[in-house]
């Protein structure tokens, strides 16, 4: 059994995945992107929140998102601890408002796509929903579909070429 405490004592695949980092740039870039969509979520569900008559849960959907996004985002840039072994408060609360997250976004999945092709032109039709509100909601619930696939798909790639490099350097490498 490998001793974890050495990173040399684990095969040349996994010491080279466990020392890595990811790049600051790409952290930071990665940090930006989530405040700012949070930010628009909860300022599109606020001006639009009494818009949308064909299910009006939808501005709520998107305001307690970006809320939620914003929370956890603060809570993982927070000097907690330190960096390998954050606060067990923290982690809890992390767990839980991700869980949390996760739920209400399956439930905003609902909301948004049971009324699609809402009616965009008459505020006193009962299926009546913002344009704006209801095309923001729809698109940002699909691009995260969209890039949930482009990380899977990234993903496999990456699990597929590393199984092609191990299997070829594998009788090179010592036992």
Known sequence: MADTSNPSSFPPLLSNIKEKKVPQ??????????????IANISVG????????????????????????????????????????????ITAFQVVFGAF?????????VWVYSIYAPNYTDPAASNYCHKGLYLYAFWITTLVYIFLGLILAIGCCMVLCFCCMSSRGSSEIPE
């Open 101 to 109: 997250q996760l739920a209400f976004f399956v439930a905003g999945n």
């Open 25 to 38: 740039g790409m952290s930071v870039s990665g940090t930006f992107i989530t405040a700012v969509m949070a």
């Open 46 to 89: 606020s001006v639009y929140l009494n818009d949308c008559r064909a299910q009006y849960l939808i501005p709520y959907y998107l305001i307690v998102s970006g809320v939620t996004s914003l929370l956890l985002l603060i809570s993982s840039v927070l000097p907690c601890g330190n960096r390998e072994q954050p606060s067990i408060l």
